[in-house]
């Protein structure tokens, strides 16, 4: 059996969020809780909006519904300007609801139905086309409803310092992507106005977005020459990395992590050679936009989590129960996150093992942590969990707990509520002849 590495634990203790006292928060909302500090976030999308506005205009930000759709979380970045990326009809019907012009919309899918893709046509929202069956329908839609539409090709190839990501869209090697340009080109109804690609998540290597932008330019030019399509934006998806490093992959030193500057400069440069080019032949400079999320957001957000048993493992280790689960913490089968108390431990710190509080072998919190010993009820401080955490979480087992947003003012707001029995039981229909029960026998 691989020997599994033993985390350190640096015993930095956090007392506070934004001035407010941990430990007065678990007193008032209880525990587990997630929390989230509304000016670690205005600060990060501003941080990521001035790196590339710095250095090449005009830039959009269109926010990742799918990694954090709270409503409070959706409304900062909108504040802030940024548009909506959305993936669903779920998603698209929560930016609508919070006030996001169709127009502001961009709408990625890889399985759009009939019925939101003529509301799109119909609301002026941004589609990306991801497969031919699409455009056939989007094509079909848009001569019905005798609206002109334009839409966004969505690519995928290889940049050398990814994974592909072949699953979505029109692939540029096998030519699929210009099938698609020229038959939209054909169409009396569609538009090609925009170029976008996703190349992958936490990708640490900034020049895999200069391969990014060169390739989506280089189709751009053959296209432009060869169908009626005059592209105007160009969107790169997202895939910054954040501070939780993949399980597997070599966790960086914070400052090794690459900077918003460092991604825009591969961007931006690569890019401004493009738009001066184009530009000297009288066409209109792109649009760059970005659909950045999990950098925004994961450090943003914390999962707070009290120590509720101790056990001595039959290997000797130490172990602890805490009361927030791996369903509160999908990614952490695929993350490394950070682990702070809110006092400094005193004692001799041994190998430690952190579970979560469900009924399963596997609700691991922290496998393998080198730590001095915790007390019944010692809060413990989880980051980042801003990313994924409260979309891809799960009622197992357990409710799910409030979410909080701590504002400048040192106010509090509840974001979330915590789930009880009436919520569950609202969506479930019990059979009248299953309505009473009988348990009899010894």
Known sequence: MKKQEVDSFENDYVETIDDVAIADLV???GSPLFVISEKRLRENIGQLTQAFAARYQPVIHAWSYKTNYLNAVCATLHQEGSWAEVVSEFEYEKARALGVPAERILF??????????????????????????ELTLLDAIATELNIPTPVTLRLNFSTGYTEDWSRFGFNLDNGAALDAAVQIGKSSHLRLCGLHSHIGTFVFE????????????AFMALIEQHTPARI?????????????????VARLAEQEIPRFADYAEAICTTLLKIAAQREAQGKPRLSLILETGRAVVDDAQVLISSVVARKRLPDGRASYSMDAGVNLLLPVFGHHHRIQTTRFLEGIAEETVLYGGLCMNTDVIKPSIQMPPLQIGEPLVISPAGAYNTTQWMQFIDYR??????????QVSVLRRAENLNDINDLEFLPTHLAEINLTGV
């Open 27 to 29: 007193r008032a909302y």
């Open 108 to 133: 990625n899918s890889p399985a759009k139905k009939r019925a939101i893709l003529e509301r799109c046509v119909q609301e002026g929202a941004r589609i990306h086309l991801d497969n031919f069956d």
């Open 206 to 217: 900034p020049k895999a977005y200069q391969v990014q932008v060169e390739k989506m330019c």
């Open 232 to 248: 105007e934006s160009l969107d790169i998806g997202g895939g910054f990395a954040s501070q939780a490093a993949h399980q597997g």
């Open 401 to 410: 707990p409030k979410v909080l947003m701590v504002h400048d003012n040192r």
